[in-house]
């Protein structure tokens, strides 16, 4: 009876208090409030995450207050145990505090993009030449021929004009003799770029010519977006090497160190597959489940990431072995990723932007 009484006599007090005007001192009768986790621990501006805790939400402020930084976070949604914000822009990229009001305790931190480069337009993956420079495309709209096809970021963070005159490149990759090779969705052809920014035709008539992988026995595969994907040896002699359904938007193509080819191939399904094809061109499906699957690369370690572009899923996923994904990265409008072997970072592509994060922090945790 007792118990029932101070119920009611606590439950009063609160609606007093709200009926006065004075809801912070109602903090003092709620229950504590923590923040567990933060999902995923690495993101890039526009980028989606989610706070899981305990009384995240109280009675007075259903939606709370979310400071990533010194920047307020927009509120997607909002319940007791979880909050999920938009990483704002204009943070200054690294290891960022978050703050929820009204919180208490140990800190949770989120591992935020640095801008590496912006006003770009790529459609696949970035690539990291063996100096540390970092090569990114203007691809511009189908036919638009632009001033420049690629540019280059030096390893001092300067970024030139590295190639002209190609139109719509569009998937770039490093071959066994060190040199950049590129392709053309307009053109249907390949290019390869000697280092003062001239090329030559490296193969032609490739239908929609876009994702570019390299074997480890020095073949060129370059994926047709509407179906076929070709093999070029050395000698530059083209054959068909294997078909899949064709893509609405490209393919994409990666190496894996089991000496296969991995490509992504997204379509208007919500279920979008990864395959793997070995060198006996037999493919397989290794997981399901992907919205618009976009660049694809491996890490140091030989594990698989996919980039994913769906609205609401956008980041970046790893896929493990037995086909399951998770993601590890949230962003807006992601478009590729490359892995910097030299120390340890990775490079997130969106259309317009690239992001540098430490690689590690797909693993890292979201306390400090």
């Keep these: 009876m007792r118990l029932k009484v101070g119920v ?8 007093f208090f709200l009926n006065c005007g004075l809801s912070s001192l109602i903090m003092g009768l709620s229950s504590p409030s923590a923040i567990n986790s933060v999902r995923p621990f690495c993101a890039v501006e526009g980028g989606r995450i989610t706070i899981d805790g305990i009384n995240l939400s109280c009675e007075v402020q259903s939606v709370p207050e979310v400071h990533l930084g010194t920047k307020i976070a927009r509120v997607v949604h909002a319940s007791n145990n979880s909050v999920s914000v938009v990483v704002p822009q204009g943070l200054g990229g690294g290891r960022t505090a978050i703050k929820v009001t009204g919180m208490t305790g140990e800190t949770a931190f989120v591992d935020v993009g640095i801008p590496v480069a912006m006003g770009l337009h790529q459609v696949d993956s970035p690539v990291i030449g063996v100096d540390g420079s970092i090569y990114l495309t203007f691809s511009g709209s189908r036919g638009e021929s632009m001033p ?21 490149p569009t998937s770039m990759t490093f071959g066994p003799d060190g040199k950049l090779y590129l392709s053309s969705r307009f053109e249907g052809a390949v290019y390869q770029i000697h280092s003062d920014g001239s090329y030559e035709v490296f193969a032609s008539d490739l ?22 994907v070709f093999r070029i040896g050395s000698s530059g002699k083209k054959e068909e090497f294997s078909r899949l359904p064709s893509s609405i938007a490209a393919f994409h193509l990666a ?3 089991d000496d296969a080819l991995y490509v992504t191939a997204p379509t208007l399904s919500t279920s979008d597959k990864v395959y793997r094809i070995d060198q006996e061109a037999h493919v397989e499906e290794i997981c399901s489940g992907f919205g618009r699957p ?24 790893r896929v493990a072995t037995d086909g399951s994904i998770a993601r590890v990265l949230a962003g807006n409008s ?8 030299k120390d340890g970072s990775v490079l997130v592509a969106s259309n317009e ?15 400090g």
């Design 294 to 317: 976009q660049g694809l690369a491996f890490d140091p370690n030989g594990a698989l990431y996919v980039v994913e572009a769906l609205a609401g899923s956008s980041g970046v996923y």
């Design 334 to 341: 992601l478009i590729g990723l490359a892995f910097d072997q």
């Design 8 to 15: 009611t006599i606590c439950t009063g007090i609160k609606k």
């Design 255 to 257: 190496w894996g160190p």
């Design 207 to 228: 239908g929609i010519a876009c994702g570019l992988a390299f074997s480890s026995d020095g073949a060129l595969y370059v994926g047709d977006r509407s179906g076929t």
């Design 148 to 168: 420049v096809s690629v540019y280059r970021v030096r390893s001092d963070g300067f970024r030139e004009p590295f190639v002209s005159g190609i139109t719509n």
């Design 353 to 367: 932007c690239v992001y540098r994060l430490d690689s590690s922090g797909f693993l890292g945790n979201s306390f």
